[in-house]
């Protein structure tokens, strides 16, 4: 029988990546929430080993992007992957990287990623940064309790009620909850108990993760790398660096279909297969975690039952190549916790939180098909290899950032879609707002600075009475909107108007950003009654008609 009920807005479950993401995307948005996590720490595996620049620009909305960045410095240097028998036979050596060497091509994409944001890719694993954001969500208020797991759940037209257990104490506890986020990952309970079904798109293997140190630190110091594919027969798999010196993972295929069981993998067995892949028999190595798991694309055939939201691992399953993973898992996080937080505050329908599934799975779909694209290169050995052409910068920056949204809560004119290899950030609604360099009161900001915390209108020097009308809106719906005239003398200095460029905008241009940082409505024309356009506009994003 449960001890007591606690009521509270929002109720997490899973405290990994995704689920601390989702604690802090709350907070941004003033939202009281509770996390549970059956684990009593954070991750002690490596698993995700870096964060893509759309997700760099999350977190640098919150300011964590620097201790992210401090935290994984170890791996700053690390660059490329090589094939060799062992390890003490590879030629660590740039000239020899399995990567197209293509100077121009190089230079293109740092230019195109430059232009594109103010951070770029940081590497840093998943041990290394879960703590950071437990630490920051602490700081902030958070009611985070690990080692505590979900039992049970129901839910109806007002809430989900659910039973936890401390695993420590086993007293039970029932939470009411307006809404729940399952972020459990891809064995949690919660998507089963919803009876959500997945599409399986491909299956690409099972994989042991021998998590060791050894100190080779003598061997690697100026020829830092990101991984290694061993051929050696008896010890084939990919070493994947850490920090460079004395932590790696070593990846290793296994087949249940031929008797194969990830319990035959023990210690001294690992131990042997490590030091074979290394080429140093005599080497020092000490295992600190063995994980089996499979290596597959599966996206769950919905993202919403009822007041329940499946996110990260929960919603959709993909190798690890091109560090899509928890990438994706965190934008998730971001486009759902501003949506939540509007139901919570009474400023919106519920129908705004529906938008959620419309406009994230078919993100998980594409970046589920174009992670399956680079497994299939072969880039990491233990993954099936089928020996296609890598994916392009564009089709790489499109799964990162180049997605698109279409949804109740983006009102374009246009609804002919570009195709996914088509890679422009231009400023049309349901595109992530394009990055611009500028100054506002005396600081060097990115238009991307400027967004985060309520609706945010862009205006070209010549719109007028938007200042006016975003007052009107704000008092009407409750929402924040802020107004920010762009121009060499605007409110967002922009001296060289870059921003026209940027967002194919014209002086008469308005642009409305959503709290997630993506272009909601815009018009590049003179409007003569601002505040009934933005009535209807409101009216619609917010499922308030």
């Avoid at 597959?296 to 007041?307: E, L, P, S, T």
Wanted: hydrophobic share 40%; aromatic share 8%.
């Amino acid at each position: 029988m449960s001890e007591k009920t606690i009521h509270v807005p929002i109720l997490i479950v899973g405290g990994g990546l995704v689920g601390l993401s989702t604690a802090l995307f709350l907070s941004q948005q003033h939202v009281p929430y509770q996390l549970i996590e059956r684990h009593q720490k954070t991750s002690i595996h490596p698993k995700a080993s870096g964060f893509n620049l759309r997700t760099m620009e999350l977190y640098r909305g919150l300011g964590l992007n620097e201790k992210i960045r401090e935290a994984g410095a170890q791996l700053a240097k690390s660059f490329g992957w090589y094939t060799a028998n062992t390890l003490m036979e590879a030629d660590l050596d740039r000239t020899k990287i399995d990567m197209p060497k293509d100077p121009k091509a190089m230079a293109k994409t740092a230019s195109l990623s430059e232009n594109l944001s103010p951070v770029d890719f940081t590497r840093c694993t998943q041990d290394q940064a879960e703590p950071i954001l437990l630490e920051a969500a602490r700081e902030r208020g958070g009611e985070l309790n690990f080692h505590t797991e979900l039992i049970d759940f129901e839910q109806n037209d007002q809430n989900v009620i659910a039973t936890v257990r401390n695993r420590t104490t086993g007293i039970e506890e029932k939470i009411v909850a307006e809404y729940m986020v399952a972020a459990d990952g891809v064995k949690g309970p919660v998507r089963q108990m919803l009876d959500i079904p997945v599409t399986t798109k491909q299956l690409y293997g099972h994989i042991i993760n021998i998590y060791f140190e050894a100190d080779l630190s003598e061997f690697v110091s100026g020829r830092e790398f990101m991984g290694c594919n061993i051929t050696h027969p008896d010890a084939a798999g990919a070493l994947l660096a850490i920090n460079n010196r004395d932590r790696w993972c070593y990846h290793v295929s296994y087949d249940p279909e031929a008797g194969e069981m990830p319990d035959e993998f023990s210690h001294e067995r690992c131990h042997n297969i490590i030091q074979k892949a290394i080429g140093f028999p005599d080497l020092e190595v000490h295992i600190i975690s063995v994980l089996p798991w499979e290596a597959a694309g599966r996206v769950a055939d919905r993202f919403q039952k009822g007041r329940v939201f499946l996110a990260g691992d929960a919603a959709h399953e993909m190798p690890p190549t091109g560090g899509y993973g928890a990438n994706t898992g965190v934008q998730d996080a971001h486009n759902l916790a501003w949506k939540l937080a509007a139901v919570v505050n009474k400023q919106a329908g519920a129908g705004l939180p529906e938008t959620y599934d419309a406009e994230r799975r078919p993100v998980a779909h594409m970046t589920v098909a174009q992670a399956g694209q680079i497994a299939d290169t072969g880039k990491v050995s233990p993954i099936k290899n089928k020996g296609v052409k890598a994916a392009s910068v564009h089709e790489h920056l499109h799964a990162t950032v180049g997605y698109y949204y279409a949804s109740q809560a983006v009102i374009e004119s246009d609804t002919n879609h570009p195709p996914l290899d088509h890679f422009e950030l231009n400023g049309r609604p349901g595109t992530r707002a394009p990055h611009v360099w500028g100054e506002h009161q005396g600081k060097h900001l990115s238009t991307l600075d400027l967004f985060g915390l309520g609706f945010v209108l862009l205006t070209g020097p010549e719109a007028k009475g938007w200042y006016d009308a975003a007052r009107e809106i704000s008092e009407q719906f409750g929402v924040k909107v802020n107004v920010y005239r762009i121009g060499p003398d605007g409110d967002f200095i922009d001296k060289e108007n870059n921003w026209q460029k940027a967002y194919q905008a014209t002086s008469e241009s308005v642009i409305l950003i959503r709290p997630d940082g993506f272009v909601c409505w815009r018009t590049d024309r003179r409007v003569i009654q601002p505040e009934l356009i933005l009535q209807k506009v409101f009216s619609q994003i917010l499922d308030l008609a």
